[in-house]
């Protein structure tokens, strides 16, 4: 796509429910990213995939956060058992695997409400 | 483990006046790249502008231009000719050459461009 598409947009949830949220990176971008960017705060890396695996999964918080990119795509960021804490935006980035400037190329992000 | 510090939470400029934003970090790598992102209430991070360390050349594109001191590691953005399109949130981010592939990012400062 000519974009990072990201979806929902918003996701209102209870606490305690389980939350998926997806990223379409650009077309032909290899690397994925997941940031976490809370009220008044800077953007957290999450996670970090090569393809379809996992390079860099350190900025999870805890076992409630689970990312998978199955077929080296499409990326699903999966909240388990959802704490009001986990309310923030969450944001998708993506870019080439050659030519690596360093430059991301971000989606509009999903907030997340936990209620 | 790298930190990226913005002191100044928010700014005001008016329109066609010149801002300097100020960033400092901390690292004890000799090579890494620094960018300042600009994000907009749509929540898209945007990049505004990138630097090398081992290049001495401070990097300019077109209305953006920084100052890059690498010894008193600041790394400050220039903006000339403000324009209301400017008004944003701005972030600036760190990034290892080697090693880890996540950007560090500071919390961010809220610029208004006044008419």
């Known amino acids: 796509g000519a974009g990072v598409s990201q979806t929902p947009s918003n996701k209102v949830t209870e606490k305690g429910k389980y939350v998926e949220l997806r990223c379409d990176p650009i077309?032909?971008?290899?690397?994925l990213y997941w940031y976490r960017q809370s009220l008044g705060q800077g953007p957290e890396f999450l996670i970090y995939?090569?393809?379809?695996?996992?390079?860099?999964d350190s900025g999870l918080p805890n076992d409630r956060f689970f990312a998978v990119r199955p077929e080296g795509s499409v990326s699903t960021l999966k909240i388990q058992r959802t704490e009001r804490g986990d309310s923030a935006v969450y944001l998708c980035?993506?870019?080439?695997?050659?030519?690596?400037?360093?430059?991301?190329?971000f989606g509009e992000g999903s907030r997340l409400t936990v209620l | 483990a790298q930190t990226v510090t913005q002191s100044q939470p928010e700014m005001s400029v008016q329109e066609a006046e010149t801002v300097t934003l100020s960033c400092t970090y901390d690292?004890?790598?000799?090579?890494?790249?620094l960018f300042w992102y600009k994000q907009p209430p749509s929540r898209q991070m945007i990049l505004v502008i990138r630097?090398?360390?081992?290049?001495?050349q401070n990097a300019t594109e077109n209305r953006f231009s920084v100052n890059f001191q690498k010894a008193a590691k600041s790394f400050s953005l220039k903006i000339s000719d403000s324009q209301l399109g400017d008004a944003a949130m701005y972030f600036c981010?760190?990034?290892?050459?080697?090693?880890?592939?996540?950007?560090?990012f500071g919390k961010g400062m809220k610029l208004t461009v006044n008419p």
């Open positions: 630097q090398e360390a081992y290049k001495q």
């Open positions: 995939f090569q393809g379809t695996g996992a390079a860099d």
């Open positions: 980035a993506s870019r080439p695997g050659t030519g690596n400037t360093g430059e991301l190329f």
């Open positions: 077309s032909g971008h290899t690397a």
């Open positions: 690292t004890s790598e000799s090579d890494y790249y």
């Open positions: 981010a760190y990034r290892s050459t080697s090693g880890s592939e996540k950007l560090v």
